[in-house]
Nanobody, 123 residues
Framework: QVQLVESGGGLVQAGGSLRLSCAASGIIFSINAMGWYRQAPGKQRELVAAISSGGSTNYADSVKGRFTISRDNAKNTVYLQMNSLKPADTAVYYC?????????????????WGQGTQVTVSS
């Protein structure tokens, strides 16, 4: 079974930094795109940042210049470095990855999601 486990959320003051991590586990053959999404109360889930298997990145306009996404393919892990945090960044952050893995007797592609980690930025 494929799992994504996130860590690194918490409470921080405006202007501070946090680093989120998300590790994939299971019998993994390859991981394609990986990304971070967030969902604030009463709002739709939105893409924050994504990174391809080759390292190409894209960011939401609201986080460009402040957040950096990276990945360690040897560890099946994706990171989100968040600097200059604002109260508007407060949300539950979810990790997402397209994973080719062996499970339930076959090799398949899985659109996998983490359980979410809370990020709260106080003013």
């Amino acid at each position: 079974q494929v799992q994504l486990v996130e860590s690194g959320g918490g409470l921080v003051q405006a202007g501070g930094s946090l680093r989120l991590s998300c590790a994939a586990s299971g019998i993994i053959f390859s991981i394609n795109a990986m990304g971070w999404y967030r969902q604030a109360p009463g709002k739709q889930r939105e893409l924050v940042a994504a990174i391809s298997s080759g390292g190409s990145t894209n960011y939401a306009d609201s986080v460009k210049g402040r957040f950096t996404i990276s990945r360690d393919n040897a560890k099946n892990t994706v990171y989100l470095q968040m600097n200059s945090l604002k109260p508007a960044d407060t949300a539950v952050y979810y990790c997402n990855a397209w994973i080719r893995a062996y499970a339930l007797g076959s090799v398949s592609e899985y659109d996998s999601w983490g359980q979410g980690t809370q990020v709260t930025v106080s003013s």
